[in-house]
C-alpha cells in the first residue's frame, strides 16, 4: 500500500483547508490516521479512522471540533477537514495507515505542509 498526501497550502488564521490522501491499494479494514509534525517538535497524532465509519473517529484535543476526518472507501481516500484553523497548526501533515490489529501504522504518506498565517 502506498499513500499519497495532497490538500496543504497557506492559509490565514480561521481559514480552513482539506487534505487527502489517496491509497493506492484497497485499506477498507484499516484504521487510517492523519498525524503531524512541526519544525522542532516531535510528531503528534491529529486524529484517525476506522475503516469508512465515521462514529470510530478519534481526534487529538488541540484539534476536537475543529477537525473532522473521513473516509471514502470507494476511492481508498482519506480526508481531514481542518476549520478555523490557527498558527499553532502549522506543520507538516502526514497520513498513515495500519491493519486494525496492528500496533504501529505501516504504512505512511510523505507529507503535506500547512502553513497558518497569524
Known amino acids: 500500500v502506498q499513500l499519497q498526501a495532497s490538500g496543504g497550502g497557506v492559509v490565514q488564521a480561521g481559514g480552513s483547508l482539506r487534505l487527502s490522501c489517496a491509497a493506492s491499494?484497497?485499506?477498507?479494514?484499516?484504521?487510517s490516521a492523519w498525524f503531524r509534525q512541526a519544525p522542532g517538535k516531535e510528531r503528534e497524532f491529529v486524529a484517525s479512522?476506522?475503516?469508512?465509519?465515521?462514529?470510530?473517529?478519534k481526534y487529538a484535543d488541540s484539534v476536537k471540533g475543529r477537525f473532522t476526518i473521513s473516509k471514502n472507501n470507494a476511492k481508498n481516500t482519506v480526508y481531514l477537514q481542518m476549520n478555523n484553523l490557527t498558527p499553532e497548526d502549522t506543520a507538516g501533515y502526514y497520513c498513515a495507515a495500519k491493519g486494525r490489529y496492528s500496533e504501529n501504522y505501516t504504512y505512511w504518506g510523505q507529507g503535506t505542509k500547512v502553513t497558518v498565517s497569524s
Open positions: 491499494g484497497r485499506t477498507s479494514n484499516y484504521i
Open positions: 479512522i476506522r475503516g469508512g465509519d465515521g462514529r470510530t473517529a
